[in-house]
């Protein structure tokens, strides 16, 4: 319930459109902020360009004034698109009936705006041979100029956002559109193309490496794919083997139980459960390394693994080992791998060697460690020497199978030495054989 209740809710707007949102309300936002300062800049210029004409009007008729060639009568006949009243003390002159309704700015040479008959006015005064003189001019027009301009950018703004909204639709869609074919590329592939991958372009952008990314996880995916299948597909046929071999030999003890010897039956079913033993957990082990499961690595001895392998082997009395050139050296690894890819080497050497191996351990100039394994057995022809390290490959079938190995041994030992960052091969033994050897990085800064 708590899991259902923290599930993130879907989103109905696609990521094209919530980009073309956002971007529309941003530039919105900027436009209609522009598109008010754009009208209350013009409003301040066309009263400022008005407030001058009006302060040379005043200027000029009180020099006239002043100079005797205006007078009262004269100032009442002025037919201008401006107001003037002159008030003295013998009286108040004007050029027009609402002239008279001009009020005094409060502050004498600068301009006030008044309101007569329901029209603005800029107003102006200045002290004239002791009366007052008054001129007014009508700003309606003006109002009327910044009305339309406003007008206009009311209807330009939305058409100037469904523009950019079109063209953030049409743009963000091709931006999106290498999303969307990598989405439909890869609902498409299913375990029956677990090859295809999504094209990329090579120009480094970000969906070229979100292409990438996917095409890198698509690899993951297959190769977990293929382990599966390599794994079911090896188990059911190596398993077919021993299991058809304890079918035979029981239906053989209840058809003749009086030619079947109880004790050779269990040893058949012995030894046969342990070679399905040992294969299913070779398998396991291939399946965990191809899928790269994670091991831990620490220092670790190959010298010490390799004494302890000469040690078992002696014990068994199967053959003669020789450990003499056992050097110290340390890797950084998984000792248990490492130490099961080290027997696998040494039970292929002791089955294969007439009477005698030999095991080395050495570090390169070059920083690498080597594990070395000879036998004295008939070798490994050149042609085959790579297909020893195939799943299930036996190049003496029979002999494999009567000595007990599964044909996993050496197979296991190469994804080991993979996933150390090492390699294994396989080369011709002065001792007349084989000889494996094992490479892997040396860990250089282990005291010896």
Known sequence: MADRAAAPRRNPLSIRARIVIVAILVVGAALAVGAVGIVRVLDTALVAQATQSLEAELETIADGLESGSIDAASLEERDDDILIAWHTASGTAVNDDDAGELTVPRNEGEAEQITVDDERYLVMAEDVDGGMLVVGRSIDELGAATSTTAVILAIAVPVALLLIGTIMWVVVTRALSPVTRIRTQVDAIDATALDRRVPTTGSGDEIDRLAGTMNRMLDRVEDGYRARQRFVGDASHELRSPLATMRQFAELARTHPDITQ?????????????????IVEGLLLLARLDEHAGVGFDPVDLDDLALTEAQRVRALATCDVDAREVRPVQ?????????QALRNVVDNAVRHARG?????????????????????????????RERVFERFVRLDEARSRDAGGTGLGLAIVREIARAHGGTVRVEASPLGGAAFILELPARLDAES
Request: hydrophobic share 40%; glycine share 16%.
């Open 331 to 339: 890797v950084t690894g998984n000792q248990r791998l490492l130490g």
């Open 262 to 278: 109880p004790a050779e039956l269990v040893d058949v079913v012995i030894e046969e459960g342990g070679r399905m033993q040992g």
């Open 356 to 384: 005698a191996i030999s095991l080395s351990t050495s570090i390169t100039p070059g920083g690498t460690a080597v594990i070395r394994v000879d036998d004295d057995g008939i070798g490994i022809p050149a042609s085959e």
